[in-house]
C-alpha cells in the first residue's frame, strides 16, 4: 500500500533553516508528481510545492518562492523541501502528498515551528 512519511521538523528560529524529508513506497516513485502542503492551526491546507514525476518542473506558493526548494531523490524514493530564510507564519504541520490511481494520498505530517 502506498505510505508516505515525513520528518526533519523542529523548532527554529526567524531566519533559520530545515530541510524535510517524505519517504515513499507502495507506488512506482518515478512515475507521480509529488507535493508539499501545510496548515496552520485554524487555517486550511495549503499548497506549498509540486515537482514533476520527471523532476524537470516544480512550481511553488507565491508565500514561499525564493525560499523554498522542493527536490526528489529516485534511488531513495524519498521527496524534499529545503527551508531557509524561515518566517514566524510558515509556522505548521507539514504534509506530503501522491496522487496514484485518482485516490489522494497523505504522510502523517511534521510539525514546524518558526519562533524565537
Known amino acids: 500500500q502506498v505510505q508516505l512519511v515525513e520528518s526533519g521538523g523542529g523548532l527554529v528560529q526567524p531566519g533559520g533553516s530545515l530541510r524535510l524529508s517524505c519517504t515513499t513506497s507502495?507506488?512506482?516513485?518515478?512515475?507521480?508528481?509529488m507535493s508539499w502542503y501545510r496548515q496552520a492551526p485554524g487555517k486550511e491546507r495549503e499548497l506549498v510545492a509540486t515537482?514533476?514525476?520527471?523532476?524537470?518542473?516544480?512550481n511553488y506558493a507565491d508565500s514561499v518562492k525564493g525560499r523554498f526548494t522542493i527536490s526528489r531523490d529516485y534511488a531513495k524514493n524519498t521527496v524534499y523541501l529545503q527551508m531557509n530564510s524561515l518566517k514566524p507564519e510558515d509556522t505548521a504541520e507539514y504534509y506530503c502528498?501522491?496522487?496514484?490511481?485518482?485516490?489522494?494520498?497523505w504522510g502523517q505530517g511534521t510539525q514546524v515551528t518558526v519562533s524565537s
Open positions: 515537482i514533476t514525476s520527471d523532476g524537470t518542473s516544480t
Open positions: 502528498k501522491v496522487r496514484v490511481l485518482a485516490r489522494n494520498y
Open positions: 507502495g507506488f512506482t516513485f518515478s512515475r507521480h508528481a
